[in-house]
């Protein structure tokens, strides 16, 4: 399997420049997760697709954030009004198809670094 | 509340010396525990995973931890520290469930000293 992939790898805006990441998932990966790392912290949970279907969103995912995964394979992750506290590492995992008592193993993408002047 | 709890912020080895790094977590169920490797500019790489059974677990790398349900730890350790093993370990609580979000700690850094 190719890995999961990210794109850009690195992005640099504007305050209140609207930006968009995309991320591709390791084929056959039914579930898809985003997470945010700001420096010296871990990844912190920000939302959850199973599918084409958002499952689950984290109360860091404010109103000018939003992702999609329209067909069920890519998702996209887009920041409107961009804000000086956005910039970090924002991070793809996908996870394979599995019971709904099984936990998931998550596998990582390389990252898109965000940074808001 | 869940978390994840790492007490050393970074840690220097010489190479060739053994390792361990401490993971401590609070977690209300029976938790499924993951090591995750990050080197510079890279994602995440998982190191291995605890989900049931053997609580000793074996993983890439020549790395293992071992689950310790009445000290809530799940310390990651390696017998003999290579000069590539220098990068940022972070050790991971999810619940078993489909779609689990992953509880991560802030992390250890590894520097290997010669």
């Known amino acids: 399997d190719t890995g999961v992939s990210q794109d850009p790898r690195h992005k640099i805006t504007k305050r209140g420049q609207n930006v968009t990441f995309r991320c591709d998932p390791i084929?056959?990966?039914?579930?898809l997760y985003w997470y945010r790392q700001t420096l010296g912290q871990g990844p912190e949970f920000l939302t959850y697709f199973q599918n084409e279907a958002q499952l689950e969103k984290s109360r860091l995912l404010s109103d000018r954030f939003s992702a999609e995964r329209p067909k069920g394979s890519f998702s996209t992750l887009e920041i409107q009004r961009t804000e000086q506290g956005d910039s970090a590492m924002y991070l793809c995992?996908?996870?394979?198809?599995?019971?709904?008592?099984?936990?998931?193993?998550?596998?990582f993408g390389p990252g898109t670094r965000l940074t808001v002047l | 509340a869940q978390s994840v709890t790492q007490p050393d912020i970074h840690i220097t080895v010489s190479e060739g010396a053994s390792l361990e790094l401490r993971c401590n977590y609070s977690y209300g169920a029976t938790p499924y525990l993951f090591w995750y490797v990050q080197s510079p500019g890279q994602g995440l790489q998982l190191l291995l995973k605890?989900?049931?059974?053997?609580?000793l677990v074996q993983g890439i790398k020549g790395f293992e931890a071992e689950f310790k349900r009445s000290q809530s730890s799940f310390n990651l350790r390696k017998p003999s520290v290579h000069w590539s093993d220098a990068a940022e370990y972070f050790c991971?609580?999810?619940?078993?469930?489909?779609?689990?979000?992953?509880?991560f700690g802030k992390g250890t850094t590894l520097s290997v000293s010669s």
């Open positions: 995992a996908s996870s394979p198809k599995q019971g709904a008592r099984v936990t998931d193993t998550q596998y």
């Open positions: 605890y989900f049931s059974g053997d609580t």
């Open positions: 991971a609580v999810g619940a078993n469930q489909a779609g689990t979000a992953l509880i």
């Open positions: 084929s056959e990966h039914n579930r």
